[in-house]
Protein backbone atom coordinates (compact mmCIF):
# COMPACT_ATOMS: atom_id res chain seq x y z
CA UNK A 1 0.00 0.00 0.00
CA UNK A 2 1.36 3.60 -0.81
CA UNK A 3 -0.71 6.68 1.03
CA UNK A 4 0.20 10.03 -1.52
CA UNK A 5 -0.85 13.22 0.27
CA UNK A 6 -0.70 16.33 -2.30
CA UNK A 7 -0.25 20.19 -1.29
CA UNK A 8 0.75 23.18 -2.13
CA UNK A 9 -2.60 23.89 -4.08
CA UNK A 10 -3.85 27.77 -4.60
CA UNK A 11 -5.36 30.75 -6.61
CA UNK A 12 -2.26 32.27 -9.12
CA UNK A 13 -2.27 34.54 -11.63
CA UNK A 14 -1.76 33.53 -15.21
CA UNK A 15 1.78 33.77 -16.16
CA UNK A 16 3.11 33.22 -12.15
CA UNK A 17 4.04 29.98 -10.28
CA UNK A 18 2.86 27.35 -7.97
CA UNK A 19 4.70 24.59 -6.30
CA UNK A 20 3.19 21.14 -5.63
CA UNK A 21 4.22 18.44 -3.28
CA UNK A 22 2.88 14.97 -2.89
CA UNK A 23 4.61 13.31 0.35
CA UNK A 24 4.30 9.42 0.13
CA UNK A 25 4.13 6.73 2.64
CA UNK A 26 3.78 2.81 2.61
CA UNK A 27 5.67 0.96 -0.11
CA UNK A 28 9.74 1.77 -0.52
CA UNK A 29 9.05 5.75 -1.85
CA UNK A 30 12.76 5.31 -3.77
CA UNK A 31 11.87 2.33 -5.41
CA UNK A 32 8.43 3.73 -7.21
CA UNK A 33 7.91 5.76 -10.40
CA UNK A 34 5.39 9.31 -9.46
CA UNK A 35 3.44 10.67 -11.58
CA UNK A 36 1.16 13.72 -11.67
CA UNK A 37 -2.36 13.91 -13.34
CA UNK A 38 -4.78 16.55 -13.75
CA UNK A 39 -8.45 16.93 -13.78
CA UNK A 40 -10.78 19.87 -15.12
CA UNK A 41 -14.24 20.78 -13.99
CA UNK A 42 -16.16 18.34 -16.91
CA UNK A 43 -13.12 17.04 -18.33
CA UNK A 44 -11.59 13.63 -18.29
CA UNK A 45 -8.39 12.99 -16.03
CA UNK A 46 -5.76 14.17 -17.80
CA UNK A 47 -1.84 12.81 -17.70
CA UNK A 48 0.81 15.67 -16.86
CA UNK A 49 3.93 14.00 -16.33
CA UNK A 50 6.35 11.03 -14.32
CA UNK A 51 9.23 10.72 -12.89
CA UNK A 52 11.79 7.56 -12.85
CA UNK A 53 12.45 6.31 -9.47
CA UNK A 54 16.23 7.56 -9.41
CA UNK A 55 14.66 10.62 -10.72
CA UNK A 56 16.66 9.92 -13.90
CA UNK A 57 13.79 10.10 -16.05
CA UNK A 58 10.85 12.10 -16.76
CA UNK A 59 8.04 12.27 -19.47
CA UNK A 60 5.66 15.39 -19.93
CA UNK A 61 2.57 15.80 -21.82
CA UNK A 62 3.12 17.81 -24.86
CA UNK A 63 0.49 20.41 -23.27
CA UNK A 64 2.74 21.04 -20.19
CA UNK A 65 6.32 20.66 -21.61
CA UNK A 66 8.87 23.31 -20.99
CA UNK A 67 6.80 24.79 -18.64
CA UNK A 68 6.25 22.30 -15.93
CA UNK A 69 9.21 20.33 -13.97
CA UNK A 70 8.94 17.10 -11.71
CA UNK A 71 11.34 16.18 -9.80
CA UNK A 72 11.61 14.45 -6.34
CA UNK A 73 13.42 13.83 -2.56
CA UNK A 74 13.58 10.38 -1.68
CA UNK A 75 15.53 11.52 1.10
CA UNK A 76 11.69 13.15 1.64
CA UNK A 77 9.54 10.48 0.47
CA UNK A 78 8.34 13.70 -2.05
CA UNK A 79 8.06 13.90 -5.27
CA UNK A 80 7.23 18.15 -6.67
CA UNK A 81 5.39 19.57 -9.37
CA UNK A 82 7.10 22.87 -10.46
CA UNK A 83 4.38 24.69 -12.44
CA UNK A 84 5.62 27.81 -14.28
CA UNK A 85 3.89 30.28 -16.96
CA UNK A 86 0.47 28.95 -16.07
CA UNK A 87 -1.78 29.66 -17.92
CA UNK A 88 -6.19 29.53 -17.19
CA UNK A 89 -6.50 26.23 -18.44
CA UNK A 90 -4.19 24.93 -16.32
CA UNK A 91 -6.68 25.01 -13.50
CA UNK A 92 -7.78 21.53 -12.36
CA UNK A 93 -7.01 19.78 -9.16
CA UNK A 94 -4.13 17.87 -9.53
CA UNK A 95 -3.28 14.76 -8.08
CA UNK A 96 0.04 12.67 -7.75
CA UNK A 97 0.09 8.62 -8.14
CA UNK A 98 2.34 5.64 -7.74
CA UNK A 99 3.43 3.10 -10.33
CA UNK A 100 3.91 -0.49 -9.78
CA UNK A 101 5.92 -0.30 -13.47
CA UNK A 102 9.47 1.09 -13.56
CA UNK A 103 8.39 2.50 -17.05
CA UNK A 104 4.30 2.97 -16.86
CA UNK A 105 3.20 1.84 -19.65
CA UNK A 106 1.26 3.53 -21.52
CA UNK A 107 2.41 6.43 -19.47
CA UNK A 108 -0.75 8.95 -19.53
CA UNK A 109 -3.23 5.76 -18.94
CA UNK A 110 -4.40 6.30 -15.37
CA UNK A 111 -4.72 2.40 -15.23
CA UNK A 112 -1.15 2.02 -15.34
CA UNK A 113 -0.68 3.93 -11.93
CA UNK A 114 -1.92 1.81 -8.93
CA UNK A 115 -2.38 4.42 -5.98
CA UNK A 116 -3.77 7.82 -5.79
CA UNK A 117 -3.80 11.05 -3.64
CA UNK A 118 -7.02 13.05 -3.37
CA UNK A 119 -5.69 15.82 -5.12
CA UNK A 120 -4.91 19.52 -4.52
CA UNK A 121 -6.99 22.47 -6.23
CA UNK A 122 -5.33 24.65 -8.85
CA UNK A 123 -7.13 28.11 -10.01
CA UNK A 124 -5.59 30.15 -12.47
CA UNK A 125 -7.03 34.16 -12.59
CA UNK A 126 -6.91 35.43 -15.97
Known amino acids: QVQLVESGGGLVQAGGSLRLSCAAS????????MGWFRQAPGKEREFVGY????????YYASSVLGRFTISRDNGKNTVYLQMNSLKPEDAAVYYC???????????????????WGRGTQVTVSS
Open 97 to 115: AASLQRTPSPPGWRSSYAY
Open 26 to 33: GRTFSSTT
Open 51 to 58: ISWSGGNT
